[in-house]
């Protein structure tokens, strides 16, 4: 499953999701918490089922975020939306094992999850638990925005746009947890959708650093999102004439290409980026 970038829509507007279909988004995530208000989430269940149950023609991913697995509306999300099939189920304030085997009871059990996890403080020590998990994960990915309400802080963010030390740790965190579990790390949002110039720097950061995908909460933010974690042409043919170099060098542990000395994490970080740039 390619995600590099995931889509957030409204699951109380059908037609969001229509529209959503024909964007550029490796996947969707119909949403059932935030973007939904309490007494619309009965009618919203109801419309991402209709919609999963819909023929389509593509093969965009489809994921659905429920509710917290701690609060009383979970079960009533799957209940609806489980016989519809999503591709998978975002999670969110998710703490470790102990949440998934929660989702796990309520009838989860091959449909690969996103657990969001570091929404709240007991969160961020769960973050190397993932590992162990029994049910299938897409991958991990955290949100800025929950936990400092949860502790009472005024923003996760410095003046420049940048995040506050608590929550750089949150991020980097995660980037661990997921790598350390061998799945996708997935980059948080963006939130000023109309910023393309920052949100293209954001999610230059974010490949950078490690994390193999992003969410969106616009349309508009996918194509910079998808540049973003595409190698580039450059980057591909460089990391192949590294594998290829040691494929014709066997057994050699140094060796040099264009004056620069390579080793076996350069050879590592070549084949992953060849298999991120696979169709």
Not at 76 to 87: C, M, N, W, Y
């Amino acid at each position: 499953m390619r995600l590099r970038s995931l889509l957030f829509v409204p699951g109380d507007q059908p037609s969001l999701m229509a529209k959503a279909l024909r964007t550029e988004a490796d996947a969707l995530i119909l949403d059932l918490e935030d973007s939904v208000a309490t007494h619309a989430k009965p009618a919203a269940r109801e419309a991402v089922a209709r919609f999963l149950s819909a023929p389509r023609e593509t093969d965009k991913a489809i994921f659905v975020r429920i509710n917290p697995v701690d609060g009383p509306l979970a079960a009533d999300d799957l209940a609806i939306i489980l016989p519809a099939r999503p591709d998978g189920l975002v999670l969110p304030k998710a703490e470790g094992l102990a949440s998934l085997d929660a989702l796990a009871a309520l009838g989860v059990a091959d449909i690969p999850v996103l657990p969001i996890t570091t929404e709240t403080p007991a969160a961020i020590f769960r973050l190397g638990d993932y590992a162990g998990a029994r049910l299938p994960l897409a991958g991990l990915t955290w949100g800025a925005e929950d936990l400092p309400a949860a502790i009472g802080a005024t923003t996760a963010r410095q003046a420049d746009g940048g995040y506050t030390a608590p929550y750089q740790l949150a991020r980097s965190l995660t980037l661990f947890g997921a790598h350390a579990a061998g799945v996708a790390a997935i980059e948080t949002v963006y939130p000023d959708f109309g910023d393309s110039e920052g949100l293209a720097d954001y999610a230059a950061r974010g490949r950078r650093d490690g994390f193999t995908g992003m969410m969106a909460i616009h349309p508009r933010q996918v194509p910079v999102i998808n540049a973003a974690f595409t190698p580039t042409p450059e980057e591909v043919i460089r990391a192949q004439a590294i594998v290829d170099l040691f494929a014709a060098n066997p057994g050699a542990g140094v060796l040099q290409l264009d004056g620069k000395m390579l080793d076996a994490p350069h050879l590592k970080a070549a084949q992953r980026l060849l298999a991120r740039a696979a169709p």
